[in-house]
């Protein structure tokens, strides 16, 4: 219970959010797994040159989670609901940035 009454100030704040992004925020298993293949790929090259040569080892480790491309679609389409609920809680933030 203490931990419910010590955590309650941060908690309270979240269920503001709309149903949609909550639900995504509280599915993190693909971002673990992503955050697992990142750092699997970085422990493995032990240390870099250079940054640019960090960000590629990242870059790589990111796309060959998804090499045929397909994924970016189906990810959308479980994204959609979340995306629109995010750009409309954040003033359109998201749909600035793509223009």
Same mark, same amino acid.
Request: with cysteine; aromatic share 10%.
């Given at each position: 219970?203490? =931990? ?6 941060? !908690?309270?704040? !979240?269920? +503001?959010?709309?149903?949609?992004? %909550? ?6 298993? &693909? ?5 697992? %293949?990142?750092? %699997?790929?970085?422990?493995?090259? $032990?240390?870099?040159? @250079?940054?640019?040569?960090? #960000? *590629?080892?990242?870059? #790589?480790?990111?796309? @060959? =989670?998804?090499?045929?491309? *397909?994924?970016? *679609?189906? #990810?959308?389409?479980?994204? *959609?609901?979340? =995306? +629109? ?6 003033? $359109?933030? =998201? @749909? &600035?940035?793509?223009?």
């Amino acid at each position: 219970m203490r =931990l419910w009454e010590n955590a309650w100030a941060e !908690f309270v704040p !979240f269920l +503001q959010f709309d149903v949609e992004i %909550r639900r995504i925020v509280c599915t993190t298993n &693909a971002i673990e797994s992503v955050n697992a %293949r990142i750092r %699997r790929a970085v422990r493995a090259r $032990g240390h870099f040159p @250079s940054e640019a040569a960090a #960000l *590629k080892c990242i870059y #790589l480790a990111v796309m @060959s =989670l998804d090499p045929t491309g *397909k994924g970016r *679609k189906r #990810l959308t389409s479980r994204w *959609k609901r979340a =995306l +629109q609920a995010f750009d409309i809680a954040f003033d $359109g933030c =998201l @749909s &600035a940035a793509h223009n």
